[in-house]
């Protein structure tokens, strides 16, 4: 019956993402899924107007819905408002997503199946049958990089650190004080990971084929790779401080 299903938002965050986000979209909703699902995305009022084009999008389907964001630009504080609007709806799961086609919907569903047994669910390159399949090398170098640094500081038990497809169950985001988080760009994929791990949160991962976006450009520039690096040191000072140490 409709009303006893469980409730999934899939939430992207987006900035000049014109070309990718319809077609995601449709393949969204076009999945054949046993849950209550809606999407939410969130965008900084990209110049490309992603933003009018997925407001065309929610009138004609309400499954769809937008949050546009006049003043403040940055993936991570995106991604957190989205979490927050997302929790508004009290729904049982919510699914992260980029916008750019990288994440395919084809996974959504082992991401959900997996997220019956575990809080937190990483869709992952990294685990038996992932794939990091058409990038350049150079991009996928600064992933092993970026991958390496950070399972080195952090001590997680999760292959695929910088995933940023997801499923929450909802307690995870209620539990990890969205409004504390420091990160607003795209180091917030590691921050809430960090946070769930600390608070002991049952964290799988499933495998996916993350594919090279197909239109559009990248946002992640050096300096943003940098200042991203720089944030993680800033909140593992922060988090680290706040464990409570072994008594002696
Ligand atoms: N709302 C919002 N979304 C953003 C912002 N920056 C990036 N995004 C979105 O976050 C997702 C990931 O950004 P990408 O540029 O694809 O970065 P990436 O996946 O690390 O790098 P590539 O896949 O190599 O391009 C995409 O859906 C972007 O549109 C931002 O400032 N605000
Ligand atoms: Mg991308």
New binding site residues.
């Given amino acids: 019956m409709a009303g006893q299903r469980k409730k999934v938002v899939v939430m992207?965050?987006?900035?000049?993402?014109g070309g990718?986000i319809e077609a995601l979209i449709q393949q969204i909703l076009a999945l054949p899924l046993e849950y209550d699902l809606s999407i939410l995305v969130?965008?900084?009022n990209?110049p490309d107007r992603?933003g009018e084009l997925v407001t065309r999008l929610a009138e004609k389907d309400t499954r769809v819905n937008v949050l546009i964001?006049k003043k403040r630009?940055?993936?991570?504080?995106?991604?957190i408002e989205?979490f927050k609007k997302s929790l508004s709806s009290e729904p049982d799961y919510v699914i992260e997503?980029?916008?750019?086609g990288?994440h395919q919907p084809r996974f959504i569903p082992a991401l959900l199946e997996q997220a019956r047994q575990d809080h937190l669910v990483i869709g992952s390159r990294f685990v038996k049958g992932g794939q990091d399949a058409d990038?350049p090398l150079f991009?996928r170098f600064i992933t092993f990089l970026v991958r390496n640094f950070i399972r080195r500081q952090f001590h997680l038990p999760v292959q695929d650190v910088?995933s940023?497809f997801r499923c929450f169950r909802r307690e995870v985001l209620e539990k990890i004080a969205l409004d504390d988080l420091i990160s607003t760009?795209?180091s917030v994929v590691l921050e809430i990971l960090y946070k769930a791990h600390l608070l002991n949160f049952k964290i799988a991962e499933v495998p996916i084929t993350f594919v090279?976006?197909k239109k559009?450009?990248?946002?992640?520039t050096m300096l943003k790779l940098f200042e991203t690096l720089l944030m993680t040191f800033k909140f593992k000072r922060i988090y680290q401080a706040s464990i409570p140490k072994p008594a002696a």
């Fill in positions: 992207i965050p987006t900035y000049n993402e990718n969130v965008d900084d990209s992603t964001r630009r940055g993936r991570g504080a995106a991604g989205g997503m980029d916008g750019d990288s990038r991009r910088s940023g760009g795209p090279d976006r559009g450009k990248t946002k992640l």
